[in-house]
């Protein structure tokens, strides 16, 4: 657990880490063993909550602002809308499935085995020191060495060095969303 | 988390009892929770009987007059006989679900003030995300009221929820670019540093500063309007179509809950645009910073109670047209003139 060293050596860190990793966790769970499809939707809101309190944990505000902002304010608010759409069209209770499990384990080895990928080859991402000096290096630091203004460094970053695959992923959006609404357009004519 | 203020002030009485590390900062935490608690439960009592006084005067009557002076302790009384009300559960109800809703409503209504600064150093934590977190811990309040539709099984409280969360999902993306002007002005997003952006002269408002600011303001006033959920974007609980909306099988407590949250995120709202237009707690230094932010923030909400007495609602598709294709063009393109002025120096600086 040598990443988390940067901010658990502070005594109240410690057991706000392992709360929000139990409630992460039981609540991830919930969300894929549960019947009741609105219970899940809820549960998943959780899940991604108590990911946004270990961003805060981490010193990563910015992160957990919009992992809010974006996961729980967007995708699970039109996640449950669309449940209540489904329901009410049907006329009964909308339940979950489970008889994907081939297809589940192999995306879940292949999500586990990206992030063990990611971390083995200690991702560059860009750090200050404590005398300022703005460097690429490993993600494993010691505390003072992740930048304290990390906004305006997301920010300037996205605007100079990984401008590409920002617009990148803006026109990848701007797609699917003119797909979808191509798609809607289809159904009802 | 930078520690202002109040906060270190606590901080260093607590000290001198002998506490330390986490401990001294749960206790800290914990104090100034409780009272922000109590300051705002007294100013959602207050806020709903200034409404309930206004809207009578606006209709030529009077309001409360009965308990006390013009009625003022009408709303302690009606807290109170809520109270004891029965809490009436419909058998069919999605139990965990139905008792959540208000406790999330409530949270999140609360939660926003851990970043508003009431006065000069009063105020919990200055985030360097402020806005943002305001923005983003609000979004729970759309959460519970999906929550109180679905869990109520009722279909009036259902397209109540249904109707809230389309609503705020749209009315979001005005309320950010209108925030976005200002947060390009003041160069973060921190509250602290926004109101600190706007010091000195009253020209350094951001209304005033910022080009079309005026313009921001307004875009800003509507969307918040929307969030709020209040006339004439009050489609939630449309009483003439929907009974009441979402908290149609609510009663006693727990309806007094959604209640008194909507009347703090009538505060809420109205605390954000004071903070992001009207210079926060500055003012002539003769008066105190908290008073002069209580004022203009309570200048504020007499103009959203005004207008949600003035107004009749909006049809649920004129709603939707407005926000996207009136409100985010124009908020969209207020943010490019503001870069443009930005980029030229084209505005006054302190």
């Not at chain 2, 959602?44 to 009965?66: C, D, N, S, T």
Request: charged fraction near 10%.
């Amino acid at each position: 657990m040598d990443m988390f060293q940067i901010v658990l050596d502070e005594l109240s860190a410690r057991p706000v880490f392992w709360f929000l990793s139990i409630i992460m966790l039981v609540s991830g769970f919930m969300v894929v063993t549960l019947k009741n499809i609105f219970h899940s939707a809820i549960y998943l809101i959780l899940c991604l909550f108590s990911v946004a309190g270990i961003f805060i944990l981490l010193e990563a505000e910015f992160l957990a602002a919009a992992q809010v902002l974006i996961y729980v304010g967007a995708v699970a608010i039109l996640m449950i809308f669309a449940i209540m759409l489904s329901t009410n069209v049907s006329g009964k209770k909308t339940m979950t499935t489970q008889n994907g499990l081939p297809v589940a384990i192999i995306s879940a080895v292949f999500a586990l085995g990206t992030i063990a990928l990611v971390i083995m080859t200690k991702l560059n991402i860009v750090m200050r020191g404590s005398d300022g000096f703005i460097s690429k290096g490993l993600w494993i630091g010691e505390k003072g060495q992740l930048p304290t203004e990390n906004i305006m460094l997301i920010g300037k970053y996205l605007m100079t060095e990984y401008m590409l695959p920002f617009e990148v992923i803006s026109v990848l959006l701007l797609a699917s969303m003119i797909g979808a609404i191509a798609l809607a357009r289809n159904e009802r004519s | 988390m930078i520690a202002v203020g109040i906060t270190v002030a606590l901080k260093e009485i607590l000290a001198s009892f002998g506490l330390s590390g986490g401990l001294l900062s749960v206790v800290t935490y914990a104090i100034l929770a409780s009272a922000t608690f109590g300051l705002l439960s007294v100013l959602a009592l207050f806020l709903v009987w200034w409404e309930r006084k206004i809207a009578g005067h606006m209709q030529q009557r009077f309001g409360p007059m009965r308990n006390g002076w013009h009625g003022w302790y009408q709303t302690l009384v009606d807290g109170l006989k809520l109270l004891q009300k029965e809490d009436v559960r419909v058998a069919t109800r999605d139990k965990v679900v139905f008792f959540w809703a208000p406790v999330m409503c409530f949270i999140a209504a609360f939660a926003a003030y851990i970043v508003i600064p009431f006065g000069d150093g009063l105020i919990v934590a200055d985030l360097n995300i402020g806005i943002l977190y305001i923005m983003a811990i609000t979004t729970f309040t759309v959460i519970s009221l999906l929550m109180a539709g679905w869990g109520s099984n009722n279909k009036y409280a259902l397209l109540g929820g249904m109707r809230s969360a389309a609503q705020v999902v749209s009315y979001e993306v005005p309320m950010v670019a209108s925030i976005l002007v200002v947060v390009l002005y003041a160069g973060s997003l921190s509250t602290v540093d926004i109101v600190n952006s706007q010091a000195g002269n009253f020209l350094n408002w951001n209304i005033f500063r910022v080009p079309y600011g005026p313009l921001a303001f307004l875009t800003y006033l509507v969307a918040a309007i929307a969030e709020a959920n209040r006339t004439p974007f009050d489609l939630a609980e449309a009483e003439q179509e929907l009974v009441a909306g979402f908290n149609i099988e609510y009663s006693g407590m727990k309806f007094a809950m959604f209640f008194l949250a909507e009347f703090i995120n009538l505060f809420t709202v109205s605390a954000i645009a004071v903070i992001l237009f009207f210079g926060g707690w500055h003012g002539f230094e003769f008066i105190p910073s908290f008073v002069w932010f209580f004022l203009k923030t309570f200048a504020v909400v007499f103009l959203l109670i005004m207008i949600r007495w003035t107004y009749p609602r909006m049809r649920v598709d004129q709603l939707m047209e407005f926000a996207w294709k009136f409100l985010v063009p124009l908020t969209f393109l207020n943010i490019i003139i503001a870069a443009i002025f930005k980029h030229f120096g084209w505005y006054w600086e302190l």
